[in-house]
């Protein structure tokens, strides 16, 4: 009498974050060497992550860069990579989808009788869930009142890996190279029947030594990539997240006349979503018995799309007073991005606050010297399309140039590009279960009348005059729903003689 059909949903989860410090003192350091640390740059990804009840374990790697003067003066580059683990509570099963998000919070190098190289992660694991629910779909001998339902489902998931490359004619001699600073932004993502088409653009900085200077050469390499996923279709919902998986600088060319050339992979993690409309039934009425409805709710979260804007802001560095005033700028050998907040303020637009931290490389009366500065910014973006209530992102910097405006202050303009995945939170109220009664006292009277409530359907006439929806309506027929408050309504019945 009752039908019922299973529907599949999914739910996104998000852990609270963990710290993670990671410290590594590389093995047979001559300190002596070293006189003067001038920049130790630091990143961090994940390799492998796995669900388990009840907690997550994430793999990863960090790499730092360090730049360094000899006891000669000369400007020196080396790279240590150190592996971690960590593990992060939270409500996880082993059948979850997950993800996980790696940010460098701190730095830090300590070159006294060795040297110590630490940093402070910052690991946040999101889960996406398939949960089933049972909703009624049919019911005979009722009269019923069906609605649309939308259930977000997780569709499917790849993880490819693309290759970039490109050089650059230095025009010179490379003594040697400092270091390599490369990230990735995704800047477009659609579905196709059966596919997705991603498309980013890798930026990378390559800082060197070039006729006893410390020189910098600047890379953006575009990638498209298409990717065969089943059961994907046209109209469904992207997100696609991009990492540098590798990364690699080979010195080509002539003497006097090098050429660097940078190589390497970034692994693209593509996800698909689909809001799917399905019909169930809101409420029944049977003229002969009572009936209980069980209803439930289900909370789910549906993943409305990504987008990619870019803005360019300033700011200034200092100097101490204690320091000798800056003659030219030299590198910035790398630059981080940390975002403490973003949200969609009251006009509609997308709110994004947090810093960039850069380690400045600069001349003056005594030679090579650095300082680590913080910028704060805040953005104010807006777009043609609304943005989601809900929206996290993620920051990284394209570009950042420096310029000494005064002897111990610095100008910086960096180029953010932000990337925006917005989500919505969505309740669902269905009919778990009915349970048949007694049955109904018939009402025999000639005559009923109702004075409706504002609102009130068709459904709400049947239960107030124990009479079938067509039976009403013949005798009403001019009724449109919903009834305005007080509307009368009159129900003749046939009496036997």
């Not at 997100?239 to 690699?248: E, I, L, P, R």
């Not at 030219?328 to 637009?349: F, M, Q, R, W």
């Amino acid at each position: 009498m009752f039908d019922f059909d299973n529907f599949s949903a999914s739910k996104f989860y998000i852990a609270p974050s963990v710290e993670r410090v990671v410290e590594f003192s590389p093995p047979g350091i001559d300190m002596q060497n070293i006189a003067k640390v001038l920049s130790l740059a630091v990143d961090a990804r994940c390799t492998t992550i796995e669900a388990y009840d009840g907690y997550a374990q994430v793999t990863g790697r960090t790499n730092f860069r360090l730049t360094y003067l000899d006891r000669d003066g000369n400007p020196k580059g080396v790279d240590y990579n150190a592996d971690f683990t960590v593990k992060t509570d939270g409500d996880f099963s082993a059948a979850d989808n997950v993800s996980a998000d790696i940010k460098v919070v701190e730095s830090d190098v300590q070159a006294n009788d060795g040297l110590k190289l630490s940093s402070v992660l910052e690991v946040s694991v999101s889960a996406i869930r398939r949960e089933e629910i049972s909703a009624l779909v049919g019911a005979d001998e009722c009269y019923k009142n069906t609605k649309k339902m939308y259930l977000p489902s997780f569709i499917a998931s790849k993880t490819t890996v693309a290759p970039f490359d490109d050089e650059h004619e230095v025009g010179g001699e490379i003594g040697n190279v400092l270091g390599m600073s490369t990230n990735v932004v995704v800047k477009r993502a659609k579905a196709t029947d059966g596919g997705v088409m991603a498309s980013a653009t890798v930026y990378s900085t390559v800082t060197y030594v070039e006729g006893g200077e410390i020189k910098q050469t600047r890379f953006a390499v575009d990638i498209e990539e298409e990717l065969n996923l089943d059961g994907v279709e046209a109209t469904d919902k992207i997100g696609v997240q991009a990492s540098v998986k590798s990364s690699k600088i080979i010195l080509q060319g002539v003497t006097d006349d090098n050429v660097i050339r940078i190589e390497g992979e970034i692994q693209f993690k593509v996800q698909a979503f689909r809001c799917a409309e399905v019909e169930v039934i809101d409420d029944i009425f049977m003229l002969t018995n009572e009936v209980t409805l069980n209803r439930d709710e289900a909370n789910y979260t549906c993943f409305d799309g990504q987008g990619y804007f870019a803005e360019t802001v300033t700011g200034t560095a200092m100097l101490g007073d204690n320091r000798a005033a800056a003659a030219e700028i030299n590198a910035l050998p790398y630059a981080g991005c940390y975002t403490s907040k973003a949200y969609v303020d009251d006009d509609g637009k997308l709110a994004v606050e947090g810093i960039v931290n850069t380690d400045i490389i600069y001349t003056d009366e005594n030679g090579y010297n650095s300082v680590r500065t913080e910028i704060p910014f805040a953005l104010s973006i807006s777009s043609e399309k609304p943005f989601s209530r809900n929206v996290c992102v993620k920051c990284c910097v394209e570009k950042i140039d420096a310029k000494v405006v005064r002897e111990r202050e610095f100008e910086i303009e960096m180029r953010l590009g932000v990337e925006a995945y917005g989500t919505s939170d969505m309740t669902l109220s269905y009919i778990s279960g009915v349970e048949v009664g007694e049955e109904k006292p018939q009402n025999t009277s000639a005559l009923s009348m109702y004075i409706a409530r504002g609102g009130d359907e068709l459904l709400d006439l049947c239960k107030a005059l124990t009479a079938m929806p067509e039976d009403i309506m013949a005798q009403n027929p001019a009724l449109e729903f919903p009834l305005n408050e007080g509307e009368r309504v009159i129900y003749f019945r046939g009496v036997a003689i």
